[in-house]
């Protein structure tokens, strides 16, 4: 994380910001902070799943997004809304960060128990997913094998991981996800090839 994080272009206006449960969700209100600085027109609403509030708050989150944040599981009562389609309709983009190896793999099995997880198999947006793994993981065949299923996905992309300091070993062998920054690049990229193949296919 850097305190000053290079502004990238960024053209979506509507941001779903889905924070899982690795250690590297204690910066999400630091990026939300930063994100509503470097792009005053930008709406972002978040969505944290129920591990991710072992490193952050809901009231944080609302507080820093000017939204309400929603926890990543049913209501118990009967709301007069879908969240998840409301969610998936909303979004100009997604971007989970940062990502679990338990959140991918259900997401790359297409599981829809949560909230999150049927607005990212709902939606057409463009959708950046920056995995945070433990030391050993990111070779793990199952965990490519995730990869390659995310892979298949036209509006998904897979943010690189970085060396990160593992807080368990002290070492640095564990992946990080990658900054906000890169994960904002992917999503434009993205944005840029699917218009490009949508043009493509309109002519």
Known sequence: MSARAEI?????????LVVTGAIQAAHAPYWVTWLRGAYPDLEVRSVLTRSALRFTTEQAMSALTGHEAHLDEWP?????????????????AIIVH????HYVARAALGLADTPSLLVLHASSAPIAIAPSLPPG?????????NLDLLA????????ATRQARSATTGRSDARGAAPLTTALRDVEELLRKLSEFSGKAAG
């Open 8 to 16: 990238p272009p960024f053209t979506p206006r509507r941001l779903l």
């Open 76 to 92: 118990a009562g009967a709301p007069p809304r879908a969240l998840h389609v409301d969610l998936a309709e909303w979004a100009d």
């Open 98 to 101: 940062p990502a679990s190896a």
């Open 137 to 145: 993981l990111e070779d793990n065949p199952v965990y490519r094998a």
């Open 152 to 159: 298949r996905r036209p509006n998904v992309v897979v943010s």
